[in-house]
């Protein structure tokens, strides 16, 4: 009895627990359909996820639902850009969700390596703006039905990644291995939430200035909670940055269009040495080494209405005195440390906000550098009074203080700049409203380390300051293999680094080599694209500043990109308004010389940059440029079997991809190439065409002096007729080929019949003996004219030959000699027939005149006997003789005339049987 109750009970149990397994089971095609579809009804993005995972063990007696591989990628402008990619989201909710899951009750939130990356574009669009107007969310609930309840009592994020990007004011954070978590019952009006808080790494540029690099953090929070009046208030609270702790206390509300705030902080336990710790580079692995003197206190507030319309008041002190460092494994020392940085608005205008720091003072090894800034009315028309006076030995510096990625640094820089007044006076031209005077030299400076990435050498830099401009007087130096030598002004220098104009002026840089390969971004995300010899590269777009307004002329013995030398370059490059413009830019490549004019503009789009160039390229040669430009490649396959020299006018318009390499479907263009000299071998649609006319000196040709016309859209270079001539073959070539190699090619080739190939000839010997046949000697023209189309591709080329035309030539060259001969024939009767008649006819008159003669005798006679009585019967028998004459004649001529026409009409006769037989028709 007792076997069978535990037998029961095992039973029972392991039933409970297969249920546990299998009940979520039967509910997942419901739950997957039901996330699915809120998600993508509530935001305006494609969302996706590979899987959902149910469980009832993990939070039994509530199912944990986790949606696995959670993608949110834009829409619109920000479309293929992903906004979250999520690990794993998950969500505890009560059992009986599984039998009404469109109405469920949230428990628990947790969020498994979510990566975050949010942007705002230049006009101030956020692409996390991705949820639907509130109208369209209404339908959705309306036609989906049901609601969620929040009974919320933990969250958690695990292992995070964001980055945020504001490129409309320069902001970059970046936050590594982020986790938090909170608990508390949510379903109250009033709880108590507990939160925990830990990011590895925490890194903040602003206006490409580093503020925060790589900070670790660590925060416990206590909030009371109070959801009757949306106000959270702040009990128990400690942040540390690195070293720094610091403590905050107050409330925040949430309004119904706002949030007002009023939080306090300080760091009333920290000391100097804590605040150095959050400086970019300071923090080092043996940090706690750091030897460390001086007094600091920090503390702030914000108080106020933060909304679309206000900000609150805030403020921030800092303030150091009389520090000095050391770092254990560096013999210099930083001491006479001095300062107070005070950040202050009064009323949450934030054109009324105040910087001051008055003044940074610290010395080197005893060599003193003062540095005072106050700055007001920074939105409207800044009011600057700064000063920088003193000397720095880069050398002594980097023997005091660590400077991240570098391994070398060396140098003196010797500063004594002052300014003081607005900008707007500066940028208006009323420079006796705006003092801006002083110099700064930098001799023998030397850096170099990870974080440049190529080393720096400033060999001598002289700099002269003044109201209207800063002078260059000389920049003499290299960076990496590039070297250089720049002199200029520079204009609106202040109101550039304050936000308020772009950088002008004009520079001219003289060069012996410039490496532009060390200047390219690479790309370690992106997949690698592989380049004609089958190296992998991958580049990043190349941004163009929107703030710079600068001519750089340029004249360079030797220019490296990529695997190009360009010689001798020279012309000028501007750049303005997110586009470099190149103008007349010339050098000497590839035995001959090139003309450049265009630009490169990132305006439109930092992923597809709009190139529009025109190129002058004069004795060329082919075979270089071809391995080299996979331009070339693209619109001239050809070039890579010929060898020789070419002169060319080119003009393209289109877009480079993400990776720097031609969008083709979206170029157009068009251009003249001239091949000066070349010659052409190993090229397969020109060998198939030379078997197929059995014309073996076509497997290759020298050219020389061949035009072509050219345009190119879509992808396909279309070439317009052009002639050519070779081994007596004249041909005319039309048609287009694609970036994908393929050929669309139309060939009328006028060939000599005696090189006509065996079908060709086969046709013609037929012809020939036909006619021999006849009895007619064919001679045929001296060339015949062919047509070919080529298709394929330039490595596997199709050919159809079409002999139609060289018929029709043989044919019309046969009728008009077998015109010839009937016209022959028939002259040839009828001039026989003439003769004939002209002999019967001559015999006739003499016969006729014999008779005559006879007949005028006898009447001579009969005259003499009676030539008075028989005077009119002489006449009347000289009438009747020459009757009778005449009846002789035509008796003897109308038989010759009769056989005469016989005569003709058999020669006609015959021509047309043997034009019959010629031409094979009945």
């Known amino acids: 009895m007792l076997r069978k109750i535990v037998f029961g009970i095992i039973f029972i149990l392991a039933l409970f627990i297969g249920l546990l397994f299998l009940i979520p089971q039967f509910f997942k095609g419901k739950i997957v359909d039901y996330a699915k579809t809120q998600l993508n009804e509530q935001l305006n993005a494609e969302v996706d996820f590979s899987d959902v995972s ?175 009046q949306s106000k959270y208030t702040f009990k128990d609270n400690r942040v540390n940055l690195n070293n720094l702790k610091l403590a905050f206390d107050g409330t925040v509300s949430m309004l119904e269009t706002a949030t007002r705030a009023d939080v306090k902080f300080s760091a009333a336990e920290s000391d ?53 460092i050391k770092y254990p494994d560096l013999p210099g020392v930083v001491d006479q440390i001095n300062t107070k940085l005070t950040v202050e608005n009064r009323d949450g205008i934030l054109d009324h906000t105040e910087v001051r720091l008055l003044p940074l003072h610290f010395a080197l090894e005893g060599e003193p550098f003062d540095l005072n800034i106050l700055l007001k009315n920074p939105i409207s028309d800044p009011f600057v009074d700064m000063s920088a006076i003193g000397k720095i030995d880069l050398a002594k510096l980097s023997k005091s203080y660590p400077v991240e990625g570098i391994s070398q640094l060396a140098g003196l820089v010797d500063a004594d700049i002052v300014a003081k007044g607005r900008v707007s006076a500066a940028q208006s031209g009323a420079y006796e409203d705006f003092d801006m005077s002083g110099n700064l030299t930098v001799k023998d400076l030397v850096a170099a380390g990870e974080s440049l990435g190529k080393p720096m050498n400033v060999k001598d830099l002289s700099m002269d300051f003044s109201p209207q401009f800063a002078a260059v007087n000389r920049c003499l130096g290299a960076i990496g293999k590039t070297d250089f030598d720049v002199k200029g002004k520079v204009e609106n220098l202040l109101p550039y680094y304050l936000g308020k104009g772009p950088l002008r002026g004009r520079v001219n840089m003289n060069s012996n080599q410039v490496d532009l390969n060390e200047w390219m971004i690479e790309d370690p995300d992106a997949a690698a694209t592989t380049s004609a010899e089958g190296e992998a590269e991958a580049y990043q777009v190349i941004p163009v500043p929107a703030d710079l307004d600068m001519v750089i002329g340029m004249d360079a013995g030797v220019v490296n990109y990529e695997d190009l030398q360009l010689n001798n370059v020279q012309g000028v490059l501007r750049v303005k308004d997110e586009q470099v413009v190149l103008e007349r830019l010339q050098t000497n490549i590839f035995e001959g010389m090139v003309i450049m004019d265009g630009s490169y503009s990132t305006k439109e789009s930092l992923k597809s940059p709009v190139v529009d160039m025109s190129y002058v390229l004069e004795e060329i040669n082919i075979q270089k440029a071809f391995d080299k430009l996979n331009t070339m490649q693209a619109l001239a396959p050809v070039g890579k079997f010929l060898d020789g020299n070419f002169s060319s006018r080119l003009k393209l318009k289109g877009k480079l991809d993400e990776h720097l390499m031609p969008d083709w479907m979206t170029w157009d263009g068009n251009g003249l190439m001239a091949v000066l000299s070349a010659s052409l071998k190993n090229f397969e649609p020109l060998s198939k065409l030379a078997n197929e006319l059995q014309i073996a000196g ?225």
């Open 698 to 922: 076509l497997n290759s040709m020298n050219l020389k002096d061949v035009n072509t016309k050219f345009s190119f859209n879509q992808g396909r270079v279309s070439v317009a007729p052009f002639s050519i001539s070779q081994q007596g073959v004249d041909m005319n070539i039309s048609g287009s080929h694609g970036v994908d190699q393929t050929l669309e090619y139309s060939v009328l080739a006028a060939v000599p019949a005696s090189k006509m190939g065996k079908q060709a000839k086969s046709m013609v010997d037929n012809l020939s003996a036909q006619a021999a046949s006849q009895g007619i000697k064919l001679k045929l023209p001296e060339k015949i004219n062919v047509k070919i189309d080529i298709g394929g591709t330039v490595q596997k080329p199709t050919l159809a030959v079409d002999y139609k035309d060289a018929f029709n030539d043989v044919k019309g060259g046969l009728k008009d000699m077998a015109k010839d001969l009937a016209d022959s024939l028939k002259n040839a009767a009828l001039d026989k027939a003439k003769a004939e008649a002209d002999k019967v006819k001559a015999e006739a008159e003499a016969k006729a005149k014999a008779e005559l003669d006879k007949a005028k005798s006898k009447a001579d006679k009969a005259r003499k006997e009676a030539e008075a009585k028989a005077r009119k019967e002489m006449e009347a028998k000289k009438k009747q003789a020459e009757k009778e004459a005449k009846k002789v004649v035509e008796k003897q001529v109308d038989p010759v005339k009769e056989k005469a026409k016989g005569e003709v009409d058999k020669a006609k006769d015959k021509a047309k049987d043997a034009l019959k037989g010629i031409l094979g028709k009945p």
């Open 272 to 324: 100097f040495k804590d605040l150095v710790s959050i400086l970019p580079s300071a923090y080092t692995k043996d940090y706690d080494d750091v030897k460390a003197e001086g007094k600091m206190a920090c503390s702030g507030f914000v108080k106020g209405v933060y909304s679309d319309s206000s900000y609150p008041a805030f403020n921030i002190d800092v303030d150091v005195k009389d520090g000095k």
């Open 54 to 228: 149910l469980s009832l063990l993990r939070d039994f007696p509530n199912l944990r639902a986790t949606i696995q591989d959670l993608t949110v990628v834009g829409k619109g402008r920000f479309e293929k850009d992903t906004l979250a990619n999520i690990g794993g989201l998950g969500v505890t909710v009560d059992f009986w969700t599984l039998f009404n899951p469109e109405n469920p009750t949230v428990k628990g939130i947790y969020v498994n390596e979510p990566h975050i990356h949010a942007i705002v574009s230049k006009d101030g669009k956020a692409n996390w703006d991705i949820a639907k107007a509130s109208e369209e969310v209404d339908k959705s609930a309306e036609s989906s039905g049901g609601d969620y309840k929040l009974s919320l009592q933990h969250y958690e994020v695990n292992d995070g990644r964001i980055f945020y990007e504001d490129l409309s004011s320069g902001t970059d954070l970046r936050i590594y291995g982020l986790d938090h978590e909170g608990n508390g019952d949510f379903s109250s009006a009033i709880f108590d939430l507990d939160t925990e808080t830990s990011a590895e790494s925490i890194s903040l540029k602003y206006a490409g200035m580093k503020y925060l690099n790589k900070i670790r953090l660590t925060a416990d929070a206590a909030i009371e909670v109070d959801n009757n």
